[in-house]
């Protein structure tokens, strides 16, 4: 690793100073700050972190020593800032865009890396303010904050430049031409100041997406109604965007119309803007009917408010410094200031750093779009899903159809939430007729429990503020609105669910799963995790929906594919949701301590029971629900887990947990492969004979020491844990596939990359614990390549992950690594270590004997290679189960086709083959992608991609479209069309190669 190098820094005149002097001149002459106090701790952090900067350099921003200097020293700030008790920097009125600008950072780049710098000094943060740091920091709110304003300034952007005529300013005082706005604009600079008074004064809990776009077409209609009608583009005639109502225009309904809002929140929010505008600027309000100002000749007036002389040129610009003074005092409390969302050339947004699509909150930078993280529109679908057709009509509502506008973010959380309100809304608020047969069928009626169960945890979700908390009214309706539509969402899906499974048990008698605490609360927090989802909500990201609720995600996971299948109305958007969801928990949250997966897991593997509890893992009891009524009736928050009353069992006898998510019981549909048990078998047949339902949900919310209904003498415990690996398995599948198409390796590579991985899971489980998949399967592909004499190094490998979908920096970058474990070399060090590191300190110890099984005739000699494996807790490590072949894939779209370049492949959708097949046709091809010149046409510019990917050498041959049924281009076809894929790596004749240490790639 590289040394910090004792240069001179820009931050300051530091020479050859120590770290502390460059600190505190930063701090006293960049910043101006000189509360002593405040310094002396921040300096405390420095020097107890100096040594993860020093030993981390070249993993930070580019590299070099100062500029790492320089995010450390934001980071820190950053840091206390939130968490210093005090709140000493927040009082001076500090925020974040004050200290990039003196780091000369931009934002997007700082959360970038914020991300790798918490998880290094984690332990440090927790023992200087807590172990709820990471709550109170809200690092992740922050950058999720930052990137729906992103998206809601790029909005702002393109309604204003289509209602408003900015480029004809003539000579008008209103459009004074200077660089305080994107377009020089005054009525600009207006508008966003007025819309973040909104956020200030009227959006607190509810500052979520959906919301803040409602206040955000209130003030377009604030503009509509003020700006003068010569430089307004509202036109009229324009049949497709405005509603008329009579001879004149309807501004309210065709605002609604343009941009997919709710008529009745949009009149809301806009009476909300106009009560800031009488209590800020000071100006008188009055009907619009009654005034009738010649500015709204040709708009329906009733119902609007008009202040006159708002945009009067003798008041404008005091009305503009009252709404920057306002902000001004309200400034501290925020993270940024949101006024530089509207300058261009503002450094700390750094213009094509962030462009709409490049930030993520994983800290991969451009790996993945922005639109997976705020919205789940671009979430890669997970192999584990049932498909659904785009097109499919849900209670006569076209899925597909309700986009009327190129999806972007925000307009797709204004079509989702659409769906809440035309589908969901008109529900009603309790058990429908129907549901309640079944509750009442039950050994006893449980409705009302079912009810006051509900209206419990749901107000754990959205808690009502209290009086203490300074929320405003706004907040409240906000909470019971998301309350209603979660609790509505719910009835539905679990009257479906009932149908469902009574029609398998041939039963209307439903107690064991109806009666079962755990099952409701996961049903609940599915549908609140969908709302929530729904709304883009800022405050409530996942996972705090299972904190909430007392459930962990192992739980939550066994209800997620039922819920997509009983909900025939789900947008796609949010059944990819769900799916990204499950994705997260299968490579990562479920094997983090505190998942209840472990509760299963030593119950399945009791010999892994030793390890679980050397490392703490097993998942804490479940809060009751008595508990968790007495603390929304206190305090409206939650409770530290110590004060919560915890019920040791549930009804049904077994241990309950709060904390993650793991998946539990698969669809009767569920793939066969190496960890199919008999009793499975037997299930899959049962339930292929009524494929339309999933298994019977008893079984999957039972005790885990409960034997199977399905017989076989296995437990629920064991069962699961099969299918759990199995989905695992399919998981590492996909991403293997990626790895070996990417690195262009041989299938006998993947078939042995593949093999390994089942085997790892299989006999060394313990590797997985607190770690993620992508770290196994980057370790296994090093591995095999040794044993198969490939000359493919680690840099390689990390090279080509970090360009894959899936990738985030910390799966190489911060390996978890169990120093105090008695099979390995005790010795003091990180916590957290790079993944060569981990590879050759822990990987090949455990792994060794797999590794020589995959070498010629290595399974002769696996029984006697390795006495430190045979001594693991995972059980024995020879001689290994068959592993099952490499599965069938489904074909991923779109595919890449081209290891260099950005192109890919998709197949055409059914809709699309119509207008081929039609002789009027104009285009059989569209091209959407990276282009390096302008669009000219479709022929032109596939041209232009072969020439790019063919370079001077010949194609050898043209993609075949006829030979495949229904059109569909398949990956081995595109592949072999556009490149030659490695040749079979025979290792015959060669012997296993020694672990080779590399230095890790930043």
Same mark, same amino acid.
């Given at each position: 690793?590289?040394?910090?190098?004792?240069?001179?820094?820009?931050?300051? =005149?530091?020479?050859?100073?120590?770290?502390?002097?460059?600190?505190?001149?930063?701090?006293?002459?960049?910043?101006? /700050?000189?509360?002593?106090?405040?310094?002396?701790?921040?300096?405390?952090?420095?020097?107890?972190?100096?040594?993860?900067?020093?030993?981390?350099?070249?993993? #930070?921003?580019?590299?070099?020593?100062?500029?790492?200097?320089?995010?450390?020293?934001?980071?820190?700030?950053?840091?206390?800032?939130?968490?210093?008790?005090?709140?000493?920097?927040?009082?001076?009125?500090?925020?974040?865009?004050?200290?990039?600008?003196?780091?000369?950072?931009?934002?997007?780049?700082?959360?970038?890396?914020?991300?790798?710098?918490?998880?290094?000094?984690?332990?440090?943060?927790?023992?200087?303010?807590?172990?709820?740091?990471?709550?109170?920091?809200?690092?992740?709110?922050?950058?999720?904050?930052?990137?729906?304003?992103?998206?809601?300034?790029?909005?702002?952007?393109?309604?204003?430049?289509?209602?408003?005529?900015?480029?004809?300013?003539?000579?008008?005082?209103?459009?004074?031409?200077?660089?305080?706005? @994107?377009?020089?604009?005054?009525?600009?600079?207006?508008?966003?100041?007025?819309?973040?008074?909104?956020?200030?004064?009227?959006?607190?809990?509810?500052?979520?997406?959906?919301?803040?776009?409602?206040?955000?077409?209130?003030?377009?209609?604030?503009?509509?109604?003020?700006?003068?009608?010569?430089?307004?583009?509202? $036109?009229?005639?324009?049949?497709?965007?405005?509603?008329?109502?009579?001879?004149?225009?309807?501004?309210?309904?065709?605002?609604?119309?343009?941009?997919?809002?709710?008529?009745?929140?949009? @009149?809301?929010?806009?009476?909300?803007?106009? =009560?800031? #505008?009488?209590?800020?600027?000071?100006?008188?309000?009055?009907?619009?009917?009654?005034?009738?100002?010649?500015?709204? @000749?040709? #708009?329906?007036?009733?119902?609007?408010?008009?202040?006159?002389?708002?945009?009067?040129?003798?008041?404008?610009?005091?009305?503009?410094?009252?709404?920057?003074?306002?902000?001004?005092?309200?400034?501290?409390?925020?993270?940024?200031?949101?006024?530089?969302?509207?300058?261009?050339?503002?450094?700390?947004?750094?213009?094509?750093?962030?462009?709409?699509?490049?930030?993520?909150?994983?800290?991969?930078?451009?790996?993945?779009?922005?639109?997976?993280?705020?919205?789940?529109?671009?979430?890669?679908?997970?192999?584990?899903?049932?498909?659904?057709? !785009?097109?499919?009509?849900?209670?006569?509502?076209?899925?597909?159809?309700?986009?009327?506008?190129?999806?972007?973010?925000?307009?797709?959380?204004?079509?989702?939430?659409?769906?809440?309100?035309?589908?969901?809304?008109?529900?009603?608020?309790?058990?429908?007729?129907?549901?309640?047969?079944?509750?009442?069928?039950?050994?006893?009626?449980?409705?009302?429990?079912?009810?006051?169960?509900?209206?419990?945890?749901?107000?754990?979700?959205?808690?009502?503020?209290?009086?203490?908390?300074?929320?405003?009214?706004?907040?409240?309706?906000?909470?019971?609105?998301?309350?209603?539509?979660?609790?509505?969402?719910?009835?539905?899906?679990?009257?479906?669910?009932?149908?469902?499974?009574?029609? #398998?048990?041939?039963?209307?008698?439903?107690?064991?799963? /109806?009666?079962?605490?755990?099952?409701?609360?996961?049903?609940?927090?599915?549908?609140?995790?969908?709302?929530?989802?729904?709304?883009?909500?800022?405050?409530?990201?996942?996972?705090?929906?299972?904190?909430?609720?007392?459930?962990?995600?192992?739980?939550?996971?066994?209800?997620?594919?039922?819920?997509?299948?009983?909900?025939?109305?789900?947008?796609?958007?949010?059944?990819?949701?769900?799916?990204? /969801?499950?994705?997260?928990?299968?490579?990562?949250?479920?094997?983090?301590?505190?998942?209840?997966?472990?509760?299963?897991?030593?119950?399945?593997?009791?010999?892994?029971?030793?390890?679980?509890?050397?490392?703490?893992?097993?998942?804490?009891?479940?809060?009751?629900?008595?508990?968790?009524?007495?603390?929304?009736?206190?305090?409206?928050?939650?409770?530290?887990?110590?004060?919560?009353?915890?019920?040791?069992?549930?009804?049904?006898?077994?241990?309950?947990?709060?904390?993650?998510?793991?998946?539990?019981?698969?669809?009767?549909?569920?793939?066969?492969?190496?960890?199919?048990?008999?009793?499975?078998?037997?299930?899959?047949?049962?339930?292929?004979?009524?494929?339309?339902?999933?298994?019977?949900?008893?079984?999957?919310?039972?005790?885990?020491?409960?034997?199977?209904?399905?017989?076989?003498?296995?437990?629920?415990?064991?069962?699961?844990?099969?299918?759990?690996?199995?989905?695992?398995?399919?998981?590492?599948?996909?991403?293997?596939?990626?790895?070996?198409?990417?690195?262009?390796?041989?299938?006998?590579?993947?078939?042995?990359?593949?093999?390994?991985?089942?085997?790892?899971?299989?006999?060394?489980?313990? /590797?997985?614990?607190?770690?993620?998949?992508?770290?196994?399967?980057?370790?296994?592909?090093?591995?095999?390549?040794?044993?198969?004499?490939?000359?493919?190094?680690?840099?390689?490998?990390?090279?080509?992950?970090?360009?894959?979908?899936?990738?985030?920096?910390?799966?190489?970058?911060?390996?978890?690594? =169990?120093?105090?474990?008695?099979?390995?070399?005790?010795?003091?060090?990180?916590?957290?270590?790079?993944?060569?590191?981990?590879?050759?300190?822990?990987?090949?110890?455990?792994?060794? !004997?797999?590794?020589?099984?995959?070498?010629?005739?290595?399974?002769?000699?696996?029984?006697?290679?390795?006495?430190?494996?045979?001594?693991?807790?995972?059980?024995?490590?020879?001689?290994?189960?068959?592993?099952?072949?490499?599965?069938?894939?489904?074909?991923?779209?779109?595919?890449?086709?081209?290891?260099?370049?950005?192109?890919?492949?998709? !197949?055409?959708?059914?809709?699309?083959?119509?207008?081929?097949?039609?002789?009027?046709?104009?285009?059989?091809?569209?091209?959407?992608?990276?282009?390096?010149?302008?669009?000219?046409?479709?022929?032109?510019?596939?041209?232009?991609? $072969?020439?790019?990917?063919?370079?001077?050498?010949?194609?050898?041959?043209?993609?075949?479209?006829?030979?495949?049924?229904?059109?569909?281009?398949?990956?081995?076809?595109?592949?072999?069309?556009?490149?030659?894929?490695?040749?079979?790596?025979?290792?015959?004749?060669?012997?296993?190669?020694?672990?080779?240490?590399?230095?890790?790639?930043?």
């Amino acid at each position: 690793m590289a040394e910090l190098r004792k240069v001179s820094s820009p931050l300051g =005149d530091g020479g050859g100073a120590t770290i502390e002097a460059r600190f505190a001149n930063f701090c006293k002459n960049d910043l101006r /700050l000189d509360d002593d106090n405040v310094l002396g701790e921040a300096t405390k952090l420095l020097c107890q972190t100096k040594n993860l900067l020093q030993a981390n350099i070249s993993a #930070i921003g580019t590299g070099t020593p100062d500029e790492a200097e320089r995010y450390w020293f934001s980071f820190v700030l950053y840091s206390v800032r939130q968490l210093n008790v005090s709140g000493g920097l927040k009082e001076k009125g500090l925020t974040l865009c004050q200290i990039l600008r003196a780091a000369e950072l931009n934002i997007s780049d700082f959360y970038k890396e914020l991300h790798q710098f918490l998880i290094k000094v984690g332990s440090i943060l927790s023992s200087i303010y807590g172990i709820d740091w990471e709550k109170r920091l809200e690092a992740k709110e922050s950058q999720t904050n930052f990137i729906h304003l992103t998206l809601l300034s790029k909005k702002y952007e393109r309604a204003f430049r289509e209602l408003f005529t900015v480029a004809e300013a003539h000579n008008n005082i209103c459009f004074n031409v200077d660089n305080t706005g @994107k377009h020089g604009s005054d009525y600009f600079r207006f508008g966003w100041l007025l819309f973040l008074a909104l956020r200030v004064h009227v959006f607190h809990l509810c500052k979520d997406l959906v919301t803040c776009t409602h206040g955000l077409v209130s003030v377009l209609a604030v503009l509509l109604i003020h700006v003068p009608a010569s430089f307004r583009n509202f $036109n009229v005639n324009d049949s497709e965007k405005i509603v008329m109502k009579g001879d004149k225009a309807d501004l309210i309904a065709s605002l609604c119309n343009m941009y997919e809002t709710s008529e009745d929140e949009l @009149k809301k929010t806009l009476e909300k803007a106009n =009560d800031l #505008i009488t209590d800020i600027l000071k100006k008188k309000p009055c009907l619009a009917s009654e005034f009738q100002p010649e500015n709204l @000749k040709d #708009i329906v007036t009733d119902g609007l408010v008009y202040f006159e002389k708002l945009m009067d040129a003798s008041s404008f610009s005091s009305s503009i410094s009252l709404l920057e003074k306002d902000y001004d005092a309200a400034i501290h409390k925020g993270e940024l200031d949101e006024r530089i969302f509207i300058n261009e050339n503002d450094s700390l947004l750094a213009p094509g750093t962030l462009s709409v699509g490049s930030v993520n909150m994983n800290g991969n930078g451009v790996k993945r779009k922005l639109d997976a993280i705020s919205s789940p529109t671009k979430t890669i679908m997970s192999p584990l899903s049932p498909y659904r057709s !785009p097109g499919r009509l849900s209670n006569g509502v076209s899925i597909s159809g309700m986009s009327k506008i190129a999806a972007t973010p925000v307009s797709t959380a204004m079509t989702t939430a659409k769906w809440l309100r035309t589908i969901i809304a008109p529900l009603p608020s309790k058990p429908s007729v129907e549901l309640e047969r079944f509750l009442s069928s039950c050994d006893r009626d449980i409705t009302s429990d079912v009810t006051r169960r509900t209206q419990i945890i749901l107000e754990a979700i959205f808690p009502s503020s209290g009086p203490g908390q300074n929320a405003s009214l706004m907040d409240n309706i906000w909470a019971e609105q998301r309350r209603m539509e979660a609790m509505k969402l719910y009835y539905r899906v679990l009257l479906a669910m009932c149908i469902a499974e009574s029609q #398998i048990l041939q039963a209307n008698n439903l107690t064991s799963l /109806l009666t079962n605490e755990r099952f409701h609360r996961c049903m609940l927090a599915c549908s609140a995790e969908l709302v929530l989802a729904t709304h883009k909500t800022v405050t409530m990201l996942f996972p705090t929906v299972l904190e909430r609720t007392g459930i962990t995600a192992f739980d939550l996971s066994k209800v997620i594919e039922s819920f997509i299948r009983h909900e025939e109305s789900l947008p796609r958007e949010l059944r990819r949701h769900l799916n990204s /969801l499950e994705e997260r928990l299968l490579e990562s949250l479920v094997w983090e301590k505190g998942s209840s997966m472990y509760n299963s897991l030593i119950v399945a593997k009791p010999a892994l029971s030793a390890e679980i509890n050397r490392f703490g893992l097993v998942a804490e009891p479940m809060p009751s629900l008595d508990a968790i009524a007495l603390h929304n009736n206190m305090s409206c928050g939650i409770l530290p887990p110590a004060q919560l009353k915890l019920e040791k069992q549930g009804q049904n006898g077994d241990i309950r947990s709060p904390k993650r998510i793991c998946p539990e019981y698969r669809s009767a549909l569920v793939e066969r492969n190496s960890f199919t048990s008999p009793v499975k078998d037997r299930l899959l047949v049962l339930n292929n004979l009524k494929s339309k339902f999933p298994p019977v949900l008893q079984s999957a919310f039972a005790s885990p020491t409960r034997p199977n209904p399905g017989g076989g003498g296995e437990t629920c415990a064991e069962t699961s844990i099969n299918v759990f690996f199995s989905k695992i398995v399919k998981l590492a599948a996909v991403r293997i596939n990626g790895m070996v198409e990417r690195l262009q390796l041989s299938q006998n590579i993947r078939e042995s990359v593949y093999s390994l991985f089942q085997k790892i899971l299989s006999q060394q489980t313990t /590797l997985f614990f607190n770690r993620h998949i992508d770290q196994i399967i980057l370790c296994c592909f090093y591995g095999v390549s040794k044993i198969s004499q490939l000359n493919l190094t680690f840099k390689e490998i990390i090279f080509n992950y970090r360009k894959q979908p899936h990738c985030k920096l910390q799966v190489f970058r911060s390996v978890y690594l =169990d120093r105090a474990g008695s099979r390995y070399n005790a010795k003091t060090g990180p916590d957290h270590v790079d993944i060569i590191t981990f590879y050759n300190e822990v990987f090949v110890r455990a792994v060794k !004997p797999l590794l020589i099984e995959l070498a010629p005739g290595g399974s002769l000699q696996s029984n006697s290679q390795d006495p430190e494996s045979r001594n693991s807790n995972d059980g024995p490590c020879s001689p290994s189960p068959k592993t099952s072949p490499f599965p069938s894939l489904p074909d991923m779209s779109p595919k890449k086709v081209s290891a260099a370049h950005n192109v890919y492949v998709s !197949p055409l959708r059914s809709s699309k083959m119509d207008a081929l097949i039609s002789h009027s046709s104009k285009s059989y091809y569209a091209c959407v992608g990276e282009s390096t010149h302008a669009y000219q046409s479709p022929s032109k510019d596939l041209t232009a991609i $072969n020439n790019r990917l063919n370079g001077t050498r010949k194609l050898r041959g043209t993609l075949n479209f006829d030979d495949v049924d229904v059109g569909l281009v398949t990956d081995s076809m595109v592949a072999n069309s556009l490149y030659i894929q490695n040749g079979n790596c025979s290792t015959a004749s060669h012997p296993p190669t020694p672990v080779k240490t590399e230095q890790p790639e930043s």
